[in-house]
């Protein structure tokens, strides 16, 4: 079992920068960042799997996922926020073994996930 916590969300005005955090042992698993507007789809945003990143289009060029194995950690620094990245955030996980997706059915862990809100 794999527990996943998120911090680091919070308000920022727009053009401004956030770094969310997801505390877990994810080594060696697909983690994946998805996030929730009120009302819509949850909808992928960024992965990693060993040293491979993937991103959702929206966010190519402002966001960056990493990781720290030492922290049991994986990253999401967000920069040039805009009032569209306001969502639910949530930090996900595919069992080992396998690859990333970003169909959020496809993950077995979850966080609680962490408010990130962006006022014009």
């Known amino acids: 079992q794999v527990q996943l916590v998120e911090s680091g969300g919070g308000l920022v005005q727009a053009g401004g920068s956030l770094r969310l955090s997801c505390a877990g042992r994810?080594?060696?698993?697909?983690t994946a960042w998805f996030r929730q507007a009120p009302g819509k789809e949850r909808d992928f945003v960024a992965a990693?799997?060993?040293?491979?990143?993937y991103y959702a289009d929206s966010v190519k060029g402002r966001f960056t996922i990493s990781r720290d194995n030492a922290k049991n950690t994986v990253y999401l620094q967000m920069n040039s926020l805009e009032p569209e990245d306001t969502a639910i955030y949530y930090c996900?996980?595919?069992?080992?073994?396998?690859?990333?997706?970003?169909?959020?059915?496809?993950?077995?862990?979850w966080g609680q996930g962490t408010q990130v809100t962006v006022s014009s």
């Open positions: 996900a996980a595919r069992r080992v073994g396998r690859t990333y997706s970003d169909n959020y059915l496809e993950y077995d862990y």
């Open positions: 990693i799997r060993w040293s491979d990143t």
């Open positions: 994810t080594f060696g698993y697909a």
